[in-house]
């Protein structure tokens, strides 16, 4: 499948041997999740993208719906967002300030392996 925006119930891919990239929407029940990406081995990292200083438990309805969908796969949920704290917000779920891409805020060891 093409990469581009998503349409209900299909996800966008960016196609590579050893990953898939995709956005999801659910079309049903509007889930929708900026970013996923799949590993070889079929386990998920969500990722949602909000422009604040901080974020609440209402941001991460999205990543708790595909955390209960998927099970096990479900690798981590993760938050970025403009703040300088890391939060976690429960099984497999992160706050992350975008200033981690660049090595400005350290991570969890969980998120290190």
Known sequence: ??????????????????RQIWDYNDGRTE???????????????????????SVNEADFRHLRAMRERQGDRFV????FHCGSQVVPFGDRL???????????VPLPASLSR
């Open 31 to 53: 889930i929708l999740i900026d970013c996923v990406l799949e590993r070889p081995d079929r386990r998920l990292l969500a990722i949602e993208i909000k422009l604040a200083m």
């Open 76 to 79: 981590c949920g993760v938050v």
């Open 1 to 18: 499948m093409a990469a581009g925006p998503s349409h209900p119930g299909a996800p966008s891919r960016i196609p590579s041997p050893d």
């Open 94 to 104: 992160l706050a992350v300030p975008a200033s981690a891409l660049w090595g400005g």
